[in-house]
């Protein structure tokens, strides 16, 4: 009648189990906590302001020069850091960096030309703020930018630190 077979103790084998819920729930509010910091990662908004300015547009071959000199003025700087991305050949659209920074963004379009001079340009490379007011005493100011007015601080803190590590621009980068 009160047979043991094999040492078998169905009724205390449940008790000393510990269930994969009772193991999850610890570790939930970490796995929150870290999901939440991934989604402020990807998508806190980081700015780098600009002044914009517009211009007359050029015709492309009037643009093609001063796309060449800046060309020659980033070659000629390259040891300070000044690189640039002149886009394909007869592009109309160039941009100045101090390694991955950018100090001006110099686009011809259709309508009007805009020259868009990052926050801090001509702290970061004083010998961009040169090139940079060359070419605007050349060029016939028109039109009404998006944005007018000077710009703030450069960004600090935790934008300063997503900037570098997700976007991989390092504003405290300089070019002299």
Not at 31 to 46: N, Q
Request: a negative charge; charged letters at 25%; one cysteine or more.
């Amino acid at each position: 009648m009160g047979e043991v077979r094999g040492g078998n103790r169905q009724g205390s084998s449940r008790s000393d189990e510990v269930s994969p819920m009772k193991m999850a729930t610890p570790l939930l509010p970490l796995l929150g906590l870290v999901v939440a910091a991934g989604i402020v990662w990807m998508t806190y908004p980081t700015v780098l302001e600009s002044e914009l300015k517009t211009f007359r547009s050029l015709s492309p071959e009037d643009f093609e020069v001063i796309r060449g000199s800046a060309i020659t003025f980033a070659r000629e700087n390259a040891t300070k850091g000044i690189v640039i991305d002149p886009g394909q050949e007869r592009s109309q659209v160039f941009v100045l960096r101090c390694k991955s920074v950018p100090l001006l963004l110099v686009e011809n379009g259709y309508d009007v030309l805009t020259i868009d001079a990052f926050a801090h340009a001509d702290v970061r490379s004083p010998s961009t703020s040169a090139l940079r007011e060359q070419m605007e005493s050349t060029f016939i100011p028109e039109g009404q930018p998006g944005k007018s007015g000077h710009v703030s601080g450069e960004p600090s803190g935790l934008e300063a630190f997503i900037m570098k590590h997700r976007d991989g621009i390092d504003v405290a980068q300089r070019c002299r």
